[in-house]
């Protein structure tokens, strides 16, 4: 076997005269998918894959579907016979564009072998000899300079029995470590700092080694955590020498992984003789290396050589360089990737300090990895859109900073004093603020989509499409009608009711949720009392300073909203009484303490309904039952009186009769869910579940510890604000239990109850990424439903219209709307940047405006 090196992402060239075999490599060794074949697209244009007049169309095609190809991290490989110098040219440019390796396979194949195959092939037979003989000639003038020519790799294979020999053997890409988990503690610019350093590891957890000189030679860290140095270790500061010995010893022992500086970069081309400028630090590097060995500062030297850009971690979802790195080079190769991670990018401009103004990239950044950096130095560590940047200046008297990975964590020690004088003060550089920046219509819309749709991933249910139509008009609500969009984090989903029940009468019974939760494989659920209010979600800091550094918000402990983001209480004043009151009993139930937060997140019902909808009360059922009281009564004595004069009406005036009683029976139901309210009296707040606190969310929890959580807040309320969701455990494979589940809806239904909700008792424990089970279904009593499909519906013929209602489209939306509730918590939890945390927030509305029967 003859193994064939080339990267796991490149444009691999093939080169060969025609008949060499080279398509039949390629369909061996690779996809079909991953072949881009000349005669392939000479076909695509011309119907004839041998029309030589349609090369140029065609190679043009080639080109573009290679670099859509390449721009997506797609190996690549070109079957064309690429034997001149110029058709090369425009491949090696066109890996150059997207920063991967080109590699030649040249099939090097005799003549006499080339022309045989072509006569056998009956659309080939024809061809001259001469040309073999030209391509030939062309191939062997090249050999000598494909190197030159900028292939990163040229494997030469040298006739028939070589080629058919030939094993393809992928090369990791030397920044490729995706298959290193973590847990990882990141570190920032250390620049000679070797006290400081070792006091951030020890903070960390890791056990410094020492040699017998005493210096630092290892750190062991804890449970497995391994070290990431950004760059920089170098310059500036009191011990270079210290720092490096440290961490080469912790790369060497495999406790650290580490990406190279600039200050590395240049330290390395003065350490080879290479004319340099001493300065920025270099020069008290120099001296201090002058202190020690040559084969130190051998070590060093093949240290920083063997330094990579930049590091593909966890997956992919960790990039860590030196100063940064858009989303289009992560775990590229080219001298721009390589340029970029070391020095990042400049506008041109210079600063008031004559330093180069940075380009702003970290704000553009819209990328799924985490991109940790330093080189650029800032007052502290702060989170710009998935990007945060560690140098918080130590060198100059500021902080060493390292991010616990998954975490999230930062840890700091500070420096122990300035050890060299900056040229520019601290200050933030970061565009965009400390949490990024909001939504804007470049994060809802995409451009090359001619339909305007938004694909939203999600870790639960993949990927969630949002309609272009609802799109933009889901985001005017937001940014028009929302509350301060740094407090909406979170839209609850809708809930799609039970299968329809045929239970003489009823439209809805608990008998179907809990056939379907059993047919669904889960047993145990729990029955939460449907309020008859309408759906809140409440934020509430502990005070002022929690809100600020939580949320940026300077004004407000925190929100109440509605299910489409709107304020729910009329004035800011009011709401901060409504968060006083809650937080009051956060306080006294001790949960401040117990989840270890300073905020928390509530899903509840707000009572009465007509705090919210008084205006749909007022125009649409208030109207209808005015106008049904009103008629039908005079209808009735009409009938009545035609009765007394010997007209037949009997069958009319006892379907008015019926109508008449239906139209009591409706406006008594809308009545039960509305009272008065003055301010915060008579409102009343029923939390079922904590969603989320700083750094945390507790959607793994099951709903009994939700409930159990909510009844302490109930308990510990003293202004009569929060009410208590009342709840039975049933499970749907014990046919007692079910039965106790039906009567306890129906005792609910009878004393003038909404229904209730029928949940998984596990919560998400009990459903998995990917899960079809739906979260939660709803059960609605009869009077309930008259509410909503008009006083006549429980009328036999109208059931019977009734029971045909389709709730496919509103289950597969409240499946989307859980999951994107899901992410925007989870989003929300890691600290990642609003415009994240709103994206699946946005999504929850325009889904929202798709097309489902409302009533369901």
Known sequence: MNPVAIPDLCLVVLVGTTGSGKSTFARTHFRH??????????????????????????????????????????????????????????????????????????????????????AERPDRAHLPRNVITRQRKDMTRSLRHLQREGFRKVHHLRGVAEIDDAVIAYEKRYNDLRHLAGPFDVVGDIHGCRAELEALLGRLGYEVVRDDAGRPVDAVPPDGRTAVFVGDLVDRGPDT??????????????????????HENKLLRALKGRKVSVTH?????????????????????????????????????????????????????????????????????????????????????????????????????????????????????????????????????????????????????????RDGRPLDLADVLVPDD?????????????????????????????????????????????????????????????????????????????????????????????????????????????????????SFLATPELTEDFLARLRAAVDAAGLWEELDTDWLLLDAELMPWSAKAVELLRRQYAAVGAAATAALPEAAGALARAAARGVDVADLAVATGRREANARAFTEAYGRYCWPVDGLDGLRF?????????????????????????????????????????????????????????????????AGGEGMVVKPLAGEAARGAGSRVQPGVKVRGAEYLRIIYGPDYGEPHHLDRLRGRHLGHKRSLALREHALGLESLGRLSRGEALWRVHEPVFAVLALESEPVDPRL
């Open 33 to 118: 998918t991953q072949v881009l074949s000349s005669d392939f697209f000479r076909g695509m244009v011309a119907d004839d894959e041998n029309d030589q007049a349609a090369s140029k169309d065609a190679f043009e095609l080639l080109h573009h579907v290679a670099g859509k190809r390449l721009a997506a991290g797609r190996l690549t490989v070109v079957d064309a016979t690429n034997v001149q110098q110029g058709a090369r040219a425009q491949l090696v440019q066109l890996a150059r564009e997207h920063d991967v390796l080109p590699v030649a396979i040249v099939l090097d194949v005799p003549e006499q072998t080339c022309f045989e195959r072509n």
């Open 241 to 262: 020498p210290g720092v490096l010995r440290l961490v080469m010893g912790m790369v060497r022992a495999g406790h650290a992984v580490c990406v190279p500086g600039n």
């Open 450 to 566: 001619p339909m305007g749709r938004r694909v939203v991933e999600t870790e639960t249910a993949g990927r969630v499409m949002v309609r272009g139509e609802n799109a933009a008009a889901a985001l005017e609500i937001m940014s028009r009608f929302a509350i301060d969009p740094k407090w909406l984090v979170y839209l609850p989903p809708t809930m799609a009711p039970c299968a329809t029940s045929d239970v003489p009468g009823l439209l809805e019974h608990p008998a179907k949720a809990f056939e379907q939760y059993r047919a669904d494989g889960v047993a145990g659920v729990v029955c939460e009392e449907k309020h008859m209010g309408s759906r809140a979600v409440a934020l509430v800091c502990r005070d002022n300073d929690a809100a600020k550094s939580a949320f940026g918000v300077n004004e407000g402990t925190g929100a109440l909203w509605t299910r489409t983001g709107r």
């Open 686 to 750: 029923a939390p079922f579940q904590v969603l989320a606190a700083r750094g945390k969310e507790f959607t793994g929890q099951g709903h009994d510890w939700h409930l159990a959580m909510a009844d302490r807040l109930v308990a510990a309320d003293a202004s009569g604000l929060l009410a208590p969701t009342a709840r039975l455990v049933v499970d749907v494979t014990d046919d007692e239990q079910v039965a106790a589940g039906v009567a306890w809806w129906e005792e609910l239904t009878a």
């Open 281 to 433: 630090g270099l020069k008290e590097s120099l001296e201090q290396l002058e202190g020690e060995s040559d084969e130190f500062r051998s070590e060093v030297a093949e240290f920083c050589e063997g330094l990579v850009s930049h590091y593909l971690l966890d997956e992919g979802r960790l990039v860590v360089s030196h100063a940064g790195l858009p989303e289009k080079y992560h775990g590229r190769t080219s001298g721009r990737v390589r340029s970029f991670a070391l020095y990042g990018d400049t506008t041109g401009e210079t600063d008031e300090y004559g330093l180069p103004v940075r380009y702003p990239w970290a704000e553009e950044y819209r990328g799924r990895a985490m991109v940790v950096y330093g080189h650029t130095p800032m007052p502290r560590a702060e989170w710009v859109n998935n990007t945060i940047c560690l140098d918080t200046g130590c060198v100059f008297g500021g902080e060493l900073t390292a991010l616990r990975y998954p975490e999230r964590e930062l840890v700091a020690v500070p420096a122990e004093r300035v050890w060299y004088e900056p040229v520019r003060p601290l200050k933030s550089e970061a565009p965009g603020g």
